[in-house]
C-alpha cells in the first residue's frame, strides 16, 4: 500500500515535467526561462544545503567522531563544489537566454515578469530552512532531507555538462565548432534535455549514492 502511495505521489512530478516537454516542443514554450528558474533553485537550494550544514556540523560532531576531523574544511569544500558547478549552472541559463533572445540588452524584458515568481520562491525554501533549524532534534536525516533537491540539481548539471562536452565534441569533429548564435532547434534540444534530467532526479534516480549515513568510530 505504501509503494502505491508513493508512486502516486510521482504522478503529479511526472505529468508536470512530461508537459512542459510538450509545450518546449511543440507549443513554444521559453527555455530560457526553464533554465532560470533551475539556475534560481540550485543556488536556493545551495544556500539552503550549506545553512544547514553549519547548523548541522555540531550536532554531528558530538554523536560522530569520523567527521569531527573533518568538521572544520566541511564548509569550505561545499562552498568550492558549489561555486564550481554554479559556474556551469549560470553558463548553461546563459547559453539558453542568448541562444533565445538573441541579445543581453533585452534582460530586463526577459526579468520584467518574473519578480512575484521569485520572491514567492525564495520564501518557500525560507520557510523550509526556518523549519528544519527549529527543530530540537533535528540531525543527519534532516539535513538529508533538506540538502536532497541541491544534490539532484548537481547530477543534472554535471550529467547535462558531460552530454553537451560529448556532443560539441562530436560536432566540432564533423562540422567544426559551433556558434553562439544556436538555433531554435537546438535551444528546444537543451530545454528538453534538462527537464528529462529534472525528471530523472526529481524521481529518485539519483538518490542512491547519497544513502550513506557517516559511521561513528
Not at 24 to 30: H, I, K, P, Q, R
Not at 118 to 144: F, H
Not at 176 to 185: F, V
Request: aromatic share 18%.
Amino acid at each position: 500500500m505504501m509503494d502505491r502511495f508513493k508512486r502516486l505521489v510521482f504522478l503529479p512530478v511526472f505529468v508536470s515535467n512530461l508537459f512542459s516537454m510538450f509545450g518546449v516542443l511543440f507549443l513554444g514554450w521559453s527555455v530560457a526561462d526553464i533554465f532560470f528558474w533551475f539556475w534560481c533553485e540550485f543556488i536556493l537550494s545551495g544556500l539552503t544545503s550549506f545553512a544547514l550544514l553549519l547548523a548541522w556540523l555540531p550536532i554531528e560532531k558530538s554523536r560522530h567522531t569520523a567527521i569531527a576531523g573533518m568538521a572544520k574544511i566541511m564548509p569550505y569544500m561545499f562552498g568550492f563544489a558549489f561555486l564550481y558547478l554554479l559556474f556551469f549552472a549560470t553558463l548553461f541559463a546563459g547559453v539558453a537566454y542568448k541562444g533565445e533572445w538573441k541579445s543581453w540588452d533585452r534582460f530586463p524584458q526577459f526579468f520584467a515578469d518574473k519578480e512575484i515568481g521569485l520572491v514567492v520562491t525564495i520564501v518557500m525554501y525560507a520557510v523550509v530552512l526556518g523549519r528544519t533549524l527549529m527543530k530540537r532534534d533535528r540531525g543527519y536525516e534532516d539535513s538529508k532531507k533538506l540538502a536532497q533537491p541541491f544534490n539532484r540539481k548537481c547530477v543534472a548539471v554535471v550529467a547535462f555538462y558531460m552530454l553537451y562536452l560529448i556532443h560539441g565534441w562530436i560536432t566540432k569533429w564533423f562540422t567544426g565548432a559551433r556558434a553562439l548564435n544556436l538555433s531554435p532547434a537546438y535551444v528546444r534540444g537543451m530545454g528538453v534535455t534538462l527537464l528529462v534530467l529534472k525528471l530523472l532526479g526529481e524521481v529518485g534516480l539519483f538518490d542512491r549514492r547519497f544513502k550513506r549515513r557517516p559511521t561513528a568510530l
